[in-house]
């Protein structure tokens, strides 16, 4: 069973639906108690970074304990600048901590929000990346982003660049909406899948 975090944001059914066609058993928890046996969890979200206020601390130590536990965890776009320390669009509201760094507005000579297709560049060989092309594209839709740290497995340049998709261990993060990005999006999702199931 994979958990899906119902925080009250982001586009569940999308997601739900992207994660049966990886072949997943996504089910929406929303206490505590429903990460107990998951193989893993995902924290989606669009939208304010404080819409993030919404995961209590219950819920946010069960997905800290279940992390250290060894269980796979994905964020993503809002869920993954989570992860971070924090954000400039919050200033008073911490992330969960799991990577250095503050999340903050895209710059440059750029339209913000950023919406649409953009490249991934990587920058360090990760299962997540297998079976995809060089400069594969995914969707994004976003105006806060998190900075290159030294967990960036994928770079992507928006008036300046930024990281793509982050990960540690168990523990990663995609700014763009994998479930809206085709096929490349849906590999992403099954190599993340099947990471899930070797953890088990």
Known sequence: MIAIVDYGTG??????????????????VRDPGGLSGAEG???PGVGHF??????????????????????PLLGICLGMQWLFSGSDESPDL??????????????????VPHVGWNTLRATTASPLLEGLDDNAAMYFTHSFAAPIVPETVAVTEHGVPFTSIVERGNIAGMQFHPE???TAGLRLIRNWVTACSASV
């Open 94 to 111: 911490a992330g969960l901590g799991v990577f250095d760094g503050r999340v903050s507005r895209l710059t440059g000579d750029v339209k």
């Open 180 to 182: 809206k990005s085709g």
């Open 11 to 28: 586009n569940l059914a999308s997601v739900i639906k992207a994660f049966r066609a990886a072949g997943a058993d996504p089910r929406l």
């Open 50 to 71: 404080d819409a993030t206020r919404a995961i209590d601390d219950g819920r946010r130590a069960a997905i800290r304990a279940a992390a250290a536990r060894g269980v």
């Open 41 to 43: 969890i995902v924290i």
